[in-house]
């Protein structure tokens, strides 16, 4: 598996911007297709976003789309995570995935997890 480390989460304002890294050791980084994904205090984990092993496809969540855009670039070994017009609904832990299995959505498919980073979005 890839070690991935996120970063760029904190406390931001409703209607603020944030923009989420994940960084991998591996060159082997750009192998793998990525998610994000969010889990809050008693709710699931869900699936936010992918992006293709070149960055050609990318798929959103219906409750993010238009608002926030994943990218990687794999010279950097790095996939970001734009998010705008936050809302306080998005708060929650947001981790990166690599290598999924399967269904990109699903994140019993992936295999290798960041150890997240901590959203707030205040109202």
């Known amino acids: 598996q890839v070690q991935l480390v996120e970063s760029g989460g904190g406390l931001v304002q409703a209607g603020g911007s944030l923009r989420l890294s994940c960084a991998a050791s591996?060159?082997?980084?750009?192998?793998?297709?990525i998610g994000w994904f969010r889990q809050a205090p008693g709710n699931e984990r869900e699936f936010v976003a992918a992006?293709?092993?070149?960055?050609?496809?990318?798929y959103y969540a219906h409750s993010v789309k238009g608002r926030f855009t994943i990218s990687r670039d794999n010279a950097k070994k790095t996939a970001y995570l734009q998010m705008n017009s936050l809302k306080p609904e998005d708060t929650a832990v947001y981790y990166c995935?690599?290598?999924?299995?399967?269904?990109?959505?699903?994140?019993?498919?992936?295999?290798?997890w960041g150890q997240g980073t901590q959203v707030t979005v205040s109202s």
């Open positions: 992006i293709s092993v070149s960055g050609g496809s990318t």
């Open positions: 995935a690599a290598d999924p299995e399967g269904d990109y959505t699903n994140p019993t498919d992936y295999v290798s």
């Open positions: 591996e060159r082997t980084f750009s192998l793998y297709p």
